[in-house]
Structures are given as C-alpha cells and as structure tokens.
C-alpha cells in the first residue's frame, strides 16, 4: 500500500514518463509494467495491467493539483483508453463479461470529455497560428468554457471525479471475478479483429470521407498501437513499423482534434460571426490536408492480410510462451 507521499511521487512520474519525446514514445512504447510478462498466464497478466492503469487514473484524480487540472484529466483518460483496449484485445476470449466492464471505463472517460474537449478546442486554435485581434477574443472565450469545465470535475463533493472514482471502483471489481483461459488464441483473435476492423475502416474513410469514418477509423488505429505495445515483449515490432503506426495514430489525432474545434466553435459564436466562419474554414483546410496524409500512410500500414496477422499473433505467443506455459504466476 502506498502511502500519500508515494503517490504523489509516482503521479509526477508518470507525467513525465507518458510525455516522451516522439523517438522515445515510438522506440519503447507502452512502459514495462503494462505488459505482458513471458511467465504470467493471459489471465494474470490481463489483471494485472487493468489494475496498474486503474490505479494510475486514482493517482492522477488525487494529485491533479501537484500535475496541474488539464494534466491529471488527460492522463486518466488516455489510461481508460488504455484499459478498454486491453479489454478488447481479450474480448473474444471472455465473452458477455468484456461489455460490462468496458461500459465503466468508457463512463468514467465520458465525464471527463468535456473538460479535455474544451482544452483540446483552445489548443487547436493556437495550432492554426491565426493570431489577430478577432480570434484573441474567442480565444479567450474558448479558454473560459475550458476553465469551467476543468473545475466542474474536480469541484468539491459534487465533482464529475468523486463519480469516475466510483465507477473505476466497480471495474476493479468486476474485474476480479475474469476467467480468461492461458492461450493464444485469448490474445491473438482480439488483437486480429482490431487489425481487421482497422482495415475496414481505413476502407470506408478511403471510399467515403466523412467525420464519423475518420473517427472510427482513429480509434481502430489506436487500439492496434496499444495491441502491439501490451504483446511488444512477445513480438517486438518493426522500428519503421511502428514509427508509421504511430506517425498515422497522430494524424488522425490532429484531425479529430480540428473536428471537436469546428463543433465546439460554432456552438459559442456570437458576435464574431465572420472571423469564426475564417477560423473553422482554416481548420477544416488543415484537417483535410491531415486525412489526405494518413489515407496514404493507411494503405502502408494496413496491407498484410488479416490471416497472416493472425497466424503471427499466434505463432509469437505460443513461442514466446513455450517454457512457461505449463506454469502459473511467480511466487
């Protein structure tokens, strides 16, 4: 048990350690401890990196003054994607139960999404650079809704956090009660079904443009990166591999972003009629020119067939795991 020292310790740690410099993020990953071990069986290990992402999200909810509001808020969210992920990297091998807890991290992250949309909004506008006087002022009113949503999570006993706390409570609790069975089939189908889906989506974004497919197709691609960091001991990636997986995860990121920035824009315009319709159409330039990027990087990313993905996933884990397989968790 840590105590409040630890904790807060660890809460500046993990800040620091989950805002890597591009190469670093890109040549290590996801840190040693959310991934798989070659001598836990799927179930331990699947547990395991459930209960340090939970944790992780309590610390940065319970230091977010020390980190900073905008901080804690976006690391306990990207810990949830994290997590439900990992659930979808198990999902086939655990049935009905994968919904259940996926709802609760996908819940606990739905509380925090209009405070992180409304810090992502202002930090799209300073990307655009358009710095004159009309776009200061909607900064400026942009920065005040992103201030009162801040506060709105962490405002007392009737903050949004007090209830992420109680439904990351309920998804350790269930869970405890996984049976996930020590094959490779338990990892190896959901990270192919990721894959698959992930090239399906690239199809209908390359066929039929639209917010909803790019956003779809973002989420697959974020998924697959996770995949491949958890199992990155068991099969470590190409270096050229993953720098393009993470390259196209970013630009889809960056368009999205610009997506949330036209919506949240056009719903706070007033007076500044003409100079928001200048801000959302140079958004929507740099958003096009960000998703005619990642459609050519997609085709690259995405041209192995979903049957060799598969037979490789398993091939790896089931080589990998040989000289341990018949054995449980360490003493």
């Not at 900073?68 to 091998?93: N, S, Y």
């Not at 056009?266 to 740099?286: C, M, P, W």
């Not at 690259?300 to 449980?328: C, D, K, M």
């Given at each position: ?229 958890y199992l990155s001991d068991c099969a470590p990636i ?37 100079e928001a319709s200048q801000l959302i159409n140079a ?49």
């Amino acid at each position: 048990m840590q105590n409040a020292t630890d904790r807060k310790y660890l809460a500046r740690r993990l800040t620091a350690e989950m805002s890597p410099t591009p190469g670093d993020r890109r040549e290590h990953g996801t840190a040693w401890r959310l991934r798989y071990r070659r001598y836990e069986t799927v179930e331990d290990g699947t547990k395991r990196i459930l209960a340090a992402l939970t944790d992780e999200m309590n610390i940065f909810l319970d230091h977010h003054e020390e980190v900073g509001v905008d901080t804690a808020i976006h690391e306990v969210r990207r810990r949830g994607k994290r997590a439900r992920a990992l659930l979808r990297l198990v999902g086939p091998a655990i049935g009905g139960g994968f919904k259940d807890i996926d709802r609760l991290y996908r819940n606990a992250g739905r509380l925090l999404a209009p405070a992180r949309d409304a810090r992502i909004v202002v930090d799209a506008l300073d990307g655009l650079g358009m710095g004159d006087a009309a776009a200061a002022d909607i900064r400026s009113s942009l920065e005040d809704r992103a201030t009162i949503e801040a506060q709105a999570v962490f405002d007392g006993e009737e903050g949004r956090a007090r209830n992420v706390r109680d439904l990351l409570g309920e998804a350790v609790e269930s869970v405890r009660g996984l049976e996930i069975p020590d094959e490779a089939c338990s990892v190896g189908d959901g990270a192919t079904r990721i894959y698959t889906e992930g090239q399906k989506a690239y199809s209908r974004a390359s066929k039929r443009p639209s917010a909803d497919a790019f956003h779809t197709w973002r989420k697959r691609v974020k998924q697959r990166r996770h995949h491949l960091s958890y199992l990155s001991d068991c099969a470590p990636i190409d270096s050229d591999a993953l720098e393009r997986l993470y390259e196209l995860s970013d630009l889809l990121g960056a368009a999205h972003d610009l997506v949330v920035f036209r919506e949240h824009l056009e719903g706070i315009v007033n007076d500044n009629v003409f100079e928001a319709s200048q801000l959302i159409n140079a958004a929507n330039r740099t958003r096009v020119t960000l998703e005619t990027h990642a459609l050519q990087l997609g085709d690259v990313v995405y041209e192995e067939v979903s049957t060799a993905i598969a037979r490789s996933h398993v091939a790896n884990w089931q080589t990998w795991r040989e000289p341990y397989a018949p054995i449980g968790p360490r003493p």
